[in-house]
């Protein structure tokens, strides 16, 4: 009997060197398959196995939703944390698969990326994108845990606010959805002035968010953009905040044709702190934003190749 304990324990020992060199891997991969579901979105978030209203529809074809949560290169990492943000998991685990040998430079290599991953959370809703992302791996599994950017009480006080500002405003009364975006994009640009303490970290503002932008009176872009892309959604828009190095907007799709919004440049700083609103960035096409040539709109169109 102890013969046969010490043989099953020099087994277990020697069996993932005899599966790399003898058999590829093949028992592993054999039993992640087998007792790991082949479903490898180990999701602790119960929110997350809920239906989540805020779920985007693919746009970009720079990354794609996957089921896929046993990854074999960097494209397919990519879609695995695309798809957490998009379906509002904020803990779930995958496993690099055996033959991707750069699997945790990768992931070392994207935590460090924080450009791309700053698309991934334009690409997402506003409630969905992230704070902060944490990936921790042992062997070969991953565990990722995500902050979101809102707490669920955020969302709440977000959601109750633009309902009371559509019912004071009566936007629904309108028919023409470019009036209903209108009367928005002027309250908004009315009741804020641009933050700017928060290029040098000296703001007390949460500016960079729709709390900003809807409870504080002070914002910079990606607020506007929040905001105007929540308020978007309320309406059943397609819509995406697009970002570049400097700065962020909104675009949304009326009518199969996608057009943009800069809120920020709408609400522009003046000399004599006056309160202006403009229109010059104001459901605008492509062609026209580009033509300003003003440094700050043009956007990369790999990541926004669904925008014409």
Not at 18 to 28: G, H, L
Not at 65 to 87: C, G, H, M, R, W
Not at 115 to 125: A, D, M, R
Request: aromatic share 16%; hydrophobic share 35%; glycine share 2%.
């Amino acid at each position: 009997m102890k013969k046969f304990i010490i043989f099953i324990i020099c087994l277990i020992i020697c069996l993932p060197i005899i599966d790399d060199i003898f058999f590829n891997d093949k028992i592993y991969n054999y039993l992640i398959n087998e007792y790991f579901n082949k479903n490898y979105n180990i999701v602790t978030n119960v929110n997350a196995l809920k239906p989540n209203e805020y779920v985007y529809t693919e746009y970009s074809s720079f990354v794609k939703s996957t089921d896929n949560f046993y990854p074999k290169n960097k494209n397919e990492l990519l879609n695995i944390y695309y798809t957490a943000l998009n379906n509002d998991y904020n803990e779930f685990s995958y496993y690099c698969d055996s033959k991707y040998q750069n699997c945790f430079n990768d992931i070392e290599d994207l935590s460090k990326d924080l450009k791309t991953f700053s698309y991934l959370n334009q690409l997402v809703h506003p409630f969905n994108s992230f704070k902060t992302i944490e990936s921790n791996y042992i062997n070969k599994r991953v565990d990722v845990k995500i902050e979101k950017k809102y707490s669920n009480n955020d969302i709440k006080k977000i959601n109750d606010e633009l309902n009371d500002i559509i019912n004071k405003l009566n936007i629904n009364a309108y028919s023409n959805i470019n009036d209903k975006i209108k009367l928005f994009h002027d309250y908004l640009a009315s009741i804020n002035k641009y933050d700017k303490n928060k290029e040098n970290s000296t703001s007390t503002y949460n500016s960079d968010s729709a709390v900003g932008a809807l409870f504080e009176g002070y914002a910079v872009c990606s607020g506007y953009t929040d905001a105007m892309a929540i308020f978007l959604n309320m309406l059943n828009l397609e819509n995406v905040r697009v970002i570049t190095d400097k700065h962020a907007w909104n675009a949304v799709k009326i009518d199969d044709i996608w057009y943009h919004i800069d809120l920020t440049w709408d609400d522009p700083i003046t000399n004599t702190n006056e309160d202006i609103i403009q229109h010059d960035y104001f459901l605008i096409s492509t062609d026209e934003l580009l033509s300003k040539n003003d440094g700050e709109h043009n956007f990369s169109t790999i990541i926004y190749d669904f925008i014409k």
